[in-house]
């Protein structure tokens, strides 16, 4: 009797989400979190790097940098490891390593050796969030994983509030060290229960032609009622060639190309508000505690519009929600500049422009995630947010670049939303390019 052929992803589909699924999302979920509250806490740190130090614009736009360096290479490295050695692996230990350097930051004792060891806990912090992602979409029915991956995504954003919540008390009350040992004590606690409940990706198994009984004693844990009895498991077939080079083809190379400038132009955005905000706001004359709670405003609002974002790309054309999404945040960019002086208009705007451009980069997390097929999907999405961090690098030092040129700050942010404007153009440019589906084969 020949083998019965089951389709990985078919189990998946064909069953309701298991308690199982929902604690690897809900994992991959504390990892994202815990990324979000050690990369935004450097910009809520700032002021009181400031204060201590005597440290200029000119000193925090390297120390910015340096940690975004580190999130590209760690992305550009972890990434096609992923797809070579598995997802669990690469997430738990760049979780430990993230983790360990985080806390060593808190011991730096100027703004030099800072900057070097946020480069270290940066290369860290690149390699979990893409690993978390990937895991977690391979574990999602089809018809949900937009919404679930942005739901699991949803972690940096609430870390990154966090982070600005924590820095309000912590910092007053231990310092910024304080904040940096929080950030560092919370993934190493978090890794026992990584090992303990995080399985190999199914689908990866498959793809790298693993044993059926593994794979299927990996689907049974997460689809209990599976009935895999003497079945062999079908995934697309692996094309040949490097994990990178597999971007650009069978259809992908386009497609490639406008996820990396949406990516580039998004974490510009991004990282532009969130490093410099802090600064902007006490320069307005807030308080210190005052401008880590309107900060935290900008990442609360991108778990709203996560989660909303989320909903409407499972329900309607994703591209064109995305691309929507990023014009509503450049729109609130532009307010940004005009309300400094009116608190409840710039909490508004802050709001307004994390629902928008944070909102979205969950969202084109989610898009890249399904984009790409499982042999090269871990690749796919660490390089596209390895971009990112390209423009990430770039958008936390232009803002002192932007400053230094003595405009006012209606001309700044007009300037900080032209890469939004950009994103939206490169999402409706790839929704006009589909993309045809993989052959598939049986794993041997």
Same mark, same amino acid.
Request: aromatic share 10%; charged share 10%; hydrophobic share 55%.
């Given at each position: #009797?020949?083998?019965?052929?089951?389709?990985?992803?078919?189990?998946?589909?064909?069953?309701?989400?298991?308690?199982?699924?929902?604690?690897?999302?809900?994992?991959?979920?504390?990892?994202?979190?815990?990324?979000?509250?050690?990369?935004?806490?450097?910009?809520?740190?700032?002021?009181?790097?400031?204060?201590?130090?005597?440290?200029?614009?000119?000193?925090?736009?390297?120390?910015?940098?340096?940690?975004? /360096?580190?999130?590209?290479?760690?992305?550009?490295? /972890?990434?096609?490891?992923?797809?070579?050695?598995?997802?669990?692996? +690469?997430?738990?230990?760049?979780?430990?390593?993230?983790?360990?350097?985080?806390?060593?930051?808190?011991?730096?004792?100027?703004?030099?050796?800072?900057?070097?060891?946020?480069?270290?806990?940066?290369?860290?912090?690149?390699?979990? #969030?893409?690993?978390?992602?990937?895991?977690?979409?391979?574990?999602?029915?089809?018809?949900?994983?937009?919404?679930?991956?942005?739901?699991?995504?949803?972690?940096?954003?609430?870390?990154?509030?966090?982070?600005?919540?924590?820095?309000?008390?912590?910092?007053?009350? /231990?310092?910024?060290?304080?904040?940096?040992?929080?950030?560092?004590?919370?993934?190493?606690?978090?890794?026992?229960?990584?090992?303990?409940?995080?399985?190999?990706?199914?689908?990866?198994?498959?793809?790298?032609?693993?044993?059926?009984?593994?794979?299927?004693?990996?689907?049974?844990?997460?689809?209990?009622?599976?009935?895999?009895?003497?079945?062999?498991? #079908?995934?697309?077939?692996?094309?040949?060639?490097?994990?990178?080079?597999?971007?650009?083809?069978?259809?992908?190379?386009?497609?490639?190309?406008?996820?990396?400038?949406?990516?580039? #132009?998004?974490?510009?955005?991004?990282?532009?508000?969130?490093?410099?905000?802090?600064?902007?706001?006490?320069?307005?004359?807030?308080?210190?505690?005052?401008?880590?709670?309107?900060?935290?405003?900008?990442?609360?609002?991108?778990?709203?519009?996560?989660?909303?974002?989320?909903?409407?790309?499972?329900?309607?054309?994703?591209?064109?929600?995305?691309?929507?999404?990023?014009?509503?945040?450049?729109?609130?960019?532009?307010?940004?500049?005009?309300?400094?002086?009116?608190?409840?208009?710039? +909490?508004?705007?802050? /709001?307004?422009?994390?629902?928008?451009?944070?909102?979205?980069? +969950?969202?084109?997390?989610?898009?890249?995630?399904?984009?790409?097929?499982?042999?090269?999907?871990?690749?796919?999405?660490?390089?596209?947010?390895?971009?990112?961090?390209?423009?990430?690098?770039?958008?936390?030092?232009?803002?002192?670049?932007?400053?230094?040129?003595?405009?006012?700050?209606?001309?700044?942010?007009?300037?900080?939303?032209?890469?939004?404007?950009?994103?939206?153009?490169?999402?409706?440019?790839?929704?006009?390019?589909?993309?045809?589906?993989?052959?598939?084969?049986?794993?041997?």
């Amino acid at each position: #009797m020949s083998p019965r052929i089951v389709d990985v992803q078919a189990v998946f589909d064909s069953h309701p989400l298991s308690a199982r699924q929902k604690l690897v999302i809900a994992l991959c979920f504390l990892v994202v979190a815990i990324d979000g509250f050690d990369t935004a806490a450097i910009g809520f740190i700032a002021p009181a790097l400031r204060a201590q130090w005597g440290a200029t614009p000119a000193d925090l736009g390297p120390l910015f940098g340096a940690g975004l /360096f580190g999130l590209m290479a760690g992305a550009f490295v /972890f990434g096609p490891l992923a797809d070579r050695v598995g997802r669990k692996p +690469v997430l738990v230990a760049t979780t430990i390593f993230f983790g360990i350097a985080t806390y060593a930051s808190s011991f730096a004792g100027d703004v030099q050796t800072l900057t070097a060891l946020r480069f270290i806990t940066g290369i860290g912090l690149g390699g979990a #969030m893409p690993a978390a992602i990937t895991l977690t979409a391979e574990v999602c029915p089809q018809g949900r994983r937009s919404s679930l991956v942005t739901l699991m995504f949803c972690g940096f954003t609430i870390g990154s509030a966090a982070a600005g919540l924590a820095a309000s008390h912590v910092v007053a009350a /231990f310092g910024w060290q304080g904040l940096l040992m929080l950030g560092g004590v919370l993934p190493l606690v978090l890794t026992p229960l990584l090992i303990w409940g995080l399985p190999e990706s199914a689908r990866y198994l498959a793809s790298r032609k693993g044993h059926p009984a593994r794979i299927a004693a990996v689907l049974k844990r997460l689809v209990p009622e599976a009935d895999l009895d003497g079945a062999t498991f #079908m995934v697309p077939l692996r094309p040949a060639g490097s994990p990178v080079s597999r971007l650009f083809k069978d259809g992908l190379a386009m497609g490639t190309v406008f996820i990396w400038i949406t990516f580039f #132009m998004s974490l510009l955005v991004f990282y532009l508000l969130s490093s410099w905000l802090p600064l902007l706001i006490t320069s307005a004359g807030f308080s210190m505690a005052n401008a880590s709670l309107m900060g935290a405003t900008l990442a609360t609002g991108g778990t709203i519009g996560a989660v909303i974002i989320g909903r409407l790309m499972d329900r309607y054309e994703p591209h064109k929600v995305l691309a929507l999404s990023y014009v509503v945040a450049g729109l609130f960019v532009v307010l940004l500049g005009n309300a400094v002086s009116v608190p409840w208009l710039l +909490v508004l705007a802050i /709001f307004g422009a994390g629902f928008g451009v944070a909102g979205a980069q +969950v969202g084109i997390n989610a898009l890249a995630a399904g984009f790409y097929p499982t042999a090269s999907r871990a690749t796919g999405v660490s390089w596209a947010n390895a971009v990112g961090r390209t423009g990430s690098v770039l958008g936390s030092m232009i803002g002192g670049v932007l400053l230094s040129f003595g405009w006012p700050l209606s001309t700044v942010f007009a300037a900080a939303a032209v890469p939004a404007f950009i994103a939206a153009l490169a999402m409706l440019a790839k929704a006009a390019r589909p993309v045809r589906a993989p052959a598939s084969a049986p794993a041997e």
